[in-house]
């Protein structure tokens, strides 16, 4: 056993140093379930065979010195040197193998339950939910609130609350599902979207808008039009860059385009059944729907709602809409 665990720990090991250093793209959620599965096993064997084997021997153990003591006191020897204790701790204490499998195995599955079914950490890499979300913002995306589904397979099992325009939803990027994006919900099914000349209307009506002051990027060192908009029950702000044009370049050969017009305007299109239109807050620096399609509900991950930590920045924790 020793020699197979060293083996199943090195494939660990391996994996995850192929994924640190690039040489093969990795798949945490993977990764997880099979380490909560293969140390599941070594805790059901430790639990049902090995421990009582080792306690078994313990017992023979004593029994033994028992005898001994018994076979000598017939013989007129009362006095001899047969304390256990310390052999019997070595005949229970778990081996190295064991400790590194069925001892990680309690903390493994509540991360993997924790993980999988309630709460998943992110943090936001690109400026595109400025001034949302920052840049180092570390975030926390609830799994139950679109319905639960299965790790790896992404099977939804239960209905939950259905998506909403203006949610802040975390999804796999429909080009590289193995991605994981995070936008706002901007048309859900059924929904005509429309942005042209740098203005959004949802099914030909127009969202309402407040000009705010002008705001500083710190990531760029630029100011940016700044605007507070209510796509959804509540209000978000939004920023916008008068130097780019309006039109969209560069947009993929996505499944569905035929639902899009592009214009040097910029776009509008028809959100299919089953699929969602996202957009980030910075509007003229997010890779959103616009350039590469909808989001299928099989790539729904969470709504993000709480930046938990951010190392530069500390007044950034707390929720946000």
Same mark, same amino acid.
């Given at each position: 056993m020793q020699f197979l665990t060293s083996l199943v720990l090195a494939a660990f090991v391996g994996y995850?140093? *192929?994924?640190?250093?690039?040489? %093969?793209?990795?798949?945490?959620?993977?990764?997880?379930?099979? *380490?909560?599965?293969?140390?599941? %096993? #070594?805790?059901?064997?430790?639990?049902?065979?090995?421990?009582?084997?080792?306690?078994? *021997?313990?017992?023979?153990?004593?029994?033994?010195t028992a005898q001994r003591r018994a076979d000598l006191a017939k013989m007129g020897i009362d006095?001899?040197?047969?304390?256990?204790?310390?052999?019997?701790?070595?005949?229970?204490?778990?081996?190295?193998?064991?400790?590194?499998?069925?001892?990680?195995?309690?903390?493994?599955v509540v991360v993997f339950i924790l993980r999988s079914f309630l709460f998943e950490p992110f943090k936001i890499p690109s400026g595109s939910m400025i001034p949302t979300l920052h840049i180092g913002d570390l975030i926390l995306v609830n799994k139950f609130h679109y319905g639960i589904r299965l790790p790896v397979a992404n099977i939804k099992v239960t209905q939950g609350t259905p998506v909403q325009r203006g949610d802040v939803m975390v999804f796999r990027y429909p080009p590289k599902p193995t991605v994981d994006y995070i936008k706002r919900?901007?048309?859900?099914?059924? &929904?005509?979207? *429309? #942005?042209?000349?740098?203005?959004?209307? %949802?099914?030909?009506?127009?969202?309402?808008?407040?000009?705010?002051?002008?705001?500083? &990027?710190? =990531?760029?060192?630029? #100011?940016?039009?700044?605007? =507070?908009e209510t796509l959804g029950a509540k209000p978000h702000q939004t920023i916008q860059d008068d130097d780019r044009p309006a039109f969209v370049p560069g947009a993929d050969p996505f499944a569905g385009r035929e639902n899009c017009n592009y214009t040097v305007e910029g776009v509008t299109c028809k959100v299919p059944e089953g699929h969602y239109f996202m957009m980030g807050d910075n509007r003229d620096n997010s890779l959103d729907s616009r350039y590469w399609g909808f989001v299928p509900d099989a790539n729904i991950v969470g709504k993000a709602f709480f930046v938990w930590m951010n190392f530069g920045n500390l007044k950034r924790i707390g929720a946000f809409d």
């Open positions: 995850a140093g *192929a994924w640190y250093t690039g040489f %093969i793209e990795g798949n945490f959620a993977l990764l997880l379930l099979l *380490a909560t599965v293969v140390t599941g %096993i #070594y805790w059901l064997a430790e639990r049902f065979v090995f421990l009582p084997q080792r306690q078994k *021997a313990a017992v023979q153990l004593e029994a033994e006095k001899v040197d047969t304390d256990t204790k310390d052999a019997q701790e070595k005949l229970l204490m778990q081996p190295w193998w064991l400790d590194w499998t069925a001892g990680l195995f309690p903390v493994i919900v901007v048309g859900v099914p059924g &929904d005509e979207v *429309a #942005y042209l000349n740098k203005k959004l209307t %949802i099914n030909g009506k127009a969202l309402p808008t407040q000009a705010l002051p002008d705001f500083f &990027d710190e =990531s760029t060192m630029r #100011y940016f039009k700044h605007r =507070s």
